[in-house]
């Protein structure tokens, strides 16, 4: 009777635990969005952040031209410079041979000089010697042929005086052949100077082109760069007033999200406070039918030894005792030990859901059984390899779950059993319903 007592202690605080009321979740509510809250206030805002990105953009898009057109131009200073490197070089190549031609023109207007005095004097010559022959006449030539020592004599003096005038002659014709020679070559040299001339008066007036276009080129430079300016003082502008105007639009935006969802939140509670109040009143009709319930089943079923019964021999009882391995006294053991040969049966007390099915460094090879009803069952020190359950299986009561074995901190083969009441551990001989004539030896 003293062992029905306190299950039904046991059934009673049970009872009163579970008539608590389970704490409730906030209903979940969708967040507010723009299109939630958005006014009049709000769409002009946006309305105007849209523009001044327009305007940006446009200022962006021509920033990005005019710096395309400020490489451009940088690119056709570095064309123009080179150009002018070649073309001054080029004309100081040119004046250079213009130098060289001058100077051979000069060298041959010498020597034509020289020529022409030359031709000069042997023309002189030749009329002076016409001349005599005019003057003295005749008489001159007899003079001559009489003087004449023998006939091959005569016609040597003969032959001699057409020889003076033919070389006259020839050198005369030689010389004005060689002048004439001379005067082209002079002209063809001046002709060279006078190209040359004109292809430095080219070049320069394509330097002349050239400054035109570089002093136009800085001129659009120049120009970009002021372009630019503005428009990255513009950009600037844009930047910061979107940014304000944004800044603004957010704290609106996010004042009436906030108010919205406090609204939401406030409405998503009223309603979880009516449906906790329906079924708390659910709850209490369903409480009573179920601790009527558990009154019923309290009386037909409990926990069963979870041994053969043939095993009754108790070697240690719950509660303070000397530890049978470290010797130390005074030591709180939280079960009851029931000596068994190794390998017995081992069954569950009570039906449930496996928890815990593993090795520890004290209880070796243990099983714990949650009952669903505020209480658990432990059995420790099993058998190496006799687990027959695992974590999350449901057994019945009655069921084979291990075997006897003494893993762990053990000084020989027995179950160490546990009952747990909301964690707490309680003496397995209060609430085992039956179990056969114990023999206590500790």
Same mark, same amino acid.
């Given at each position: 009777?003293?062992?029905?007592?306190?299950?039904?202690?046991?059934?009673?605080?049970? /009872?009163?635990?579970?008539? &608590?009321?389970?704490?409730?979740?906030?209903?979940?509510?969708?967040?507010?969005?723009?299109?939630?809250?958005?006014?009049?206030?709000?769409?002009?805002?946006?309305?105007?952040?849209?523009?001044? @990105?327009? *305007?940006?953009?446009?200022?962006?898009?021509?920033?990005?031209?005019?710096?395309?057109?400020?490489?451009?131009? &940088?690119?056709?200073?570095?064309?123009?410079?080179?150009?002018?490197?070649?073309?001054?070089?080029?004309?100081?190549?040119?004046?250079?041979?213009?130098?060289?031609?001058?100077?051979?023109?000069?060298?041959? +207007? /010498?020597?034509?000089?020289?020529?022409?005095?030359?031709?000069?004097?042997?023309?002189?010559?030749?009329?002076? *010697?016409?001349?005599? !022959?005019?003057?003295?006449?005749?008489?001159?030539?007899?003079?001559?042929?009489?003087?004449?020592?023998?006939?091959?004599?005569?016609?040597?003096?003969? =032959?001699?005086?057409?020889?003076?005038?033919?070389?006259?002659?020839?050198?005369?014709?030689?010389?004005?052949?060689?002048?004439? =020679?001379?005067?082209?070559?002079?002209?063809?040299?001046?002709?060279?100077?006078?190209?040359?001339?004109?292809?430095?008066?080219?070049?320069?007036?394509?330097? =002349?082109?050239?400054?035109?276009?570089?002093?136009?080129?800085?001129?659009?430079?120049?120009?970009?760069?002021?372009?630019?300016?503005?428009?990255?003082?513009?950009?600037?502008?844009?930047?910061?007033?979107?940014?304000? *105007?944004? &800044?603004?639009?957010? +704290?609106?935006? %996010?004042?009436?999200?906030?108010?919205?969802?406090?609204?939401?939140?406030?409405?998503?509670?009223?309603?979880?406070?009516?449906?906790?109040?329906?079924?708390?009143?659910?709850?209490?009709? +369903?409480?009573?039918?179920?601790?009527?319930?558990?009154?019923? /089943?309290?009386?037909?079923?409990?926990?069963?030894?979870?041994?053969?019964?043939?095993?009754?021999?108790?070697?240690?009882?719950?509660?303070?005792?000397?530890?049978?391995?470290?010797?130390?006294? @005074?030591?709180?053991?939280?079960?009851?030990?029931?000596?068994?040969?190794?390998?017995? @049966?081992?069954?569950?007390?009570?039906?449930?859901?496996?928890?815990?099915?593993?090795?520890?460094?004290?209880?070796?090879?243990?099983?714990?059984? @949650?009952?669903?009803?505020?209480?658990?069952?432990?059995?420790?020190?099993?058998?190496?390899?006799?687990?027959?359950?695992?974590?999350?299986?449901?057994?019945?009561?009655?069921? !084979?779950?291990?075997?006897?074995?003494?893993?762990?901190?053990?000084?020989?083969?027995?179950?160490?059993?546990?009952?747990?009441?909301?964690?707490? %551990?309680?003496?397995?001989?209060?609430?085992?319903?039956?179990?056969?004539?114990?023999?206590?030896?500790?």
């Amino acid at each position: 009777m003293k062992t029905y007592r306190r299950i039904a202690a046991v059934l009673l605080c049970l /009872a009163t635990v579970l008539v &608590a009321i389970p704490a409730t979740p906030a209903l979940a509510y969708s967040k507010a969005t723009y299109d939630d809250i958005k006014n009049t206030t709000t769409e002009e805002l946006k309305s105007q952040i849209d523009e001044l @990105n327009a *305007l940006l953009e446009e200022t962006q898009q021509n920033l990005e031209n005019a710096e395309k057109l400020q490489a451009d131009a &940088a690119e056709r200073r570095q064309i123009y410079l080179t150009l002018e490197s070649v073309y001054a070089e080029t004309i100081g190549a040119m004046q250079d041979e213009l130098v060289l031609i001058n100077g051979l023109a000069s060298e041959l +207007e /010498a020597v034509i000089a020289k020529t022409e005095a030359e031709y000069a004097e042997e023309y002189q010559a030749f009329l002076d *010697l016409i001349r005599m !022959i005019y003057e003295e006449g005749t008489p001159n030539y007899v003079e001559i042929i009489i003087g004449a020592e023998s006939f091959s004599d005569m016609l040597s003096r003969i =032959e001699r005086m057409r020889s003076v005038l033919g070389y006259s002659d020839t050198l005369m014709n030689k010389l004005l052949k060689q002048k004439e =020679e001379l005067t082209k070559k002079r002209e063809e040299q001046l002709s060279l100077a006078a190209d040359k001339e004109a292809g430095i008066a080219a070049m320069k007036a394509k330097q =002349e082109e050239l400054a035109r276009f570089e002093e136009e080129n800085e001129n659009a430079i120049s120009a970009i760069e002021n372009q630019i300016t503005e428009l990255i003082g513009k950009s600037s502008e844009y930047e910061d007033r979107t940014d304000v *105007l944004d &800044a603004e639009f957010q +704290e609106i935006v %996010t004042q009436l999200e906030k108010e919205e969802n406090e609204r939401r939140a406030a409405e998503a509670e009223r309603q979880r406070l009516a449906a906790i109040a329906a079924a708390e009143s659910r709850r209490i009709a +369903e409480e009573e039918a179920r601790l009527k319930a558990i009154e019923e /089943a309290s009386r037909n079923q409990g926990f069963m030894w979870p041994v053969p019964w043939t095993e009754n021999v108790i070697s240690s009882s719950y509660g303070y005792r000397t530890h049978p391995v470290s010797g130390k006294e @005074n030591v709180f053991h939280y079960g009851i030990d029931i000596a068994c040969p190794r390998g017995t @049966n081992i069954y569950a007390a009570k039906g449930g859901v496996v928890t815990t099915a593993t090795y520890h460094a004290s209880y070796g090879y243990y099983i714990l059984i @949650n009952h669903l009803d505020g209480t658990s069952t432990l059995y420790a020190h099993c058998n190496t390899g006799s687990l027959k359950v695992k974590k999350g299986d449901t057994v019945e009561r009655g069921q !084979i779950i291990a075997g006897v074995g003494t893993t762990g901190v053990s000084t020989g083969y027995h179950l160490h059993f546990e009952v747990r009441v909301n964690g707490k %551990t309680v003496s397995p001989l209060d609430y085992v319903v039956n179990h056969p004539t114990l023999e206590i030896r500790d």
